[in-house]
């Protein structure tokens, strides 16, 4: 019955299938050369991690090798769930729903999909660098990418007025901390970063939630006395 609301679900969903068709590449391609989807049959086994890192992309797509390809086409899919630039724009609209719901929206569940999955993949991502030694160019991407949302987001989220709209732009500069942590490979300080943030933003959604509440309480109780 909400216009507003069914036009963010709608955009929440097209953007999200946008990563998600990356993502879906990304997958087949793992497979058509593993022949495996099986965690501990790629990412355990440092043979497989080896020749996916030896072996040259697809049509030696931008001189990249398969794990390198791999590696960005599974980001794509982080980037649309974890809303990260420039797949950001649904997260914001998505906070026509109830308060609570954006508390777990933004601590437990949606967005931080993306980023426990890139922790999760960080093997096959980071295929073929040392740590101490230079990036490879999935890493370089996603920490150039995770950086830039760290700012971007902070500095729109100055501008709104919308107390659940700052903090959507808020949780979208921390995932961008945590790509970019990832991108460097320091992957132990995202997963830090994310639990802490995930009680961190509950709270900061639930007292706002208190907020919007004492707001619409104090203006209509001003209204009585007009």
Not at 7 to 13: D, G, Q, R, T
Not at 18 to 33: C, E, N, P, R, T
Not at 85 to 104: F, I, K
């Amino acid at each position: 019955g909400k216009p507003s609301a069914r036009a963010a679900m709608i955009k929440a969903f097209i953007t999200t299938r946008v990563g998600d068709m990356f993502m879906l590449l990304g997958i087949a391609y793992l497979y058509s050369i593993t022949g495996t989807l099986n965690f501990r049959d790629i990412l355990y086994n440092e043979e497989v991690l080896h020749a996916l890192a030896a072996t040259p992309a697809v049509g030696s797509f931008l001189g990249l090798s398969a794990a390198g390809l791999i590696g960005l086409l599974l980001f794509m899919g982080t980037v649309g769930k974890s809303a990260q630039w420039p797949l950001h724009v649904w997260l914001p609209d998505a906070m026509e729903g109830p308060t609570p719901v954006s508390a777990m929206i933004h601590a437990a569940t949606m967005v931080s999909a993306g980023v426990y999955m890139v922790i999760r993949m960080f093997p096959l991502l980071s295929a073929g660098w040392v740590e101490g030694g230079a990036l490879t160019p999935t890493m370089t991407v996603m920490a150039l990418i995770g950086a830039f949302t760290a700012l971007f987001a902070a500095t729109i989220a100055l501008a709104q007025n919308d107390i659940k709209r700052v903090l959507a732009y808020s949780t979208i500069s921390q995932l961008g901390y945590m790509i970019a942590a990832l991108g460097m490979g320091a992957y132990v300080a995202a997963v830090f970063h994310l639990i802490t943030h995930a009680f961190f933003k509950a709270l900061l959604f639930l007292g706002s939630g208190s907020v919007i509440h004492g707001m619409e309480h104090g203006v209509m109780h001003t209204g009585k006395h007009v």
